[in-house]
């Protein structure tokens, strides 16, 4: 349904209804933005870096061929809006303190229930909060392909399109990532209970 749909807005789009683009960045802005959030770290960064994706998106859809290839040709104009991104302020210092893709804290996450179900969502939100710690440590490409894959669900073939790789540089860079990435947590885990200890 929403390839036709998208093949559709497309098609009037490059006829010269420009007033549908606004529907084609309503069905993917959001999708785009955690997909960016989780790759620059940092919300209002990734809100900058979405605007420029679909300004480009915009300016060069009369160039997309096939229609049925917009998600992994969108994709690729994120990522490589992304990889600009974190190339020019690779000199600035990277902090560890990182919004939520909402600006919130995460408390208001959190439900008015009983005492054992409230501290199970406080230990899920830091879980989530330490992984994305996390993935903010291994290198740009590696980030690149685990957000691809396990939160944009994308197959290892669109991500290797995406990229101009093949499938299986795609695979080694996700598996590398995700073993840097297990290493990384369970540092984490081994000095919160070294903390714990000291108390």
């Not at 605007?51 to 049925?68: A, C, E, M, P």
């Not at 990889?83 to 560890?96: C, T, V, W, Y």
């Not at 996390?134 to 669109?158: C, G, S, W």
Request: net charge negative; aromatic share 8%; charged share 30%.
């Amino acid at each position: 349904m929403r390839d036709n749909t998208e093949s559709e807005l497309i098609a009037r789009f490059k006829a010269g209804d420009l007033s549908v683009f606004n529907l084609l960045t309503r069905m993917w802005y959001e999708r785009i933005l955690g997909f960016l959030y989780r790759i620059v770290g940092d919300i209002d960064e990734a809100e900058d870096v979405c605007q420029k994706t679909f300004i480009t998106v915009y300016f060069r859809l009369h160039q997309l061929n096939d229609s049925g290839k917009f998600r992994t040709w969108l994709y690729r104009i994120a990522s490589n809006c992304a990889i600009d991104h974190l190339r020019d302020r690779k000199s600035s210092f990277r902090g560890n303190g990182r919004p939520s893709p909402d600006g919130s804290d995460g408390t208001s996450d959190l439900p008015e229930t009983e005492s054992a179900d409230l501290e199970e969502r406080v230990d899920a939100i830091a879980l989530r909060r330490l992984c994305e710690r996390t993935l903010a440590t291994i290198p740009d490409e590696q980030r690149t392909v685990i957000v691809m894959k396990l939160y944009q669900d994308l197959k290892f073939t669109e991500i290797a399109e995406v990229l101009n790789l093949p499938v299986n540089t795609v695979k080694t860079r996700m598996y590398t990532g995700l073993r840097a990435m297990k290493e990384v947590l369970n540092q984490n885990r081994l000095i919160e209970e070294i903390l714990r200890n000291a108390m």
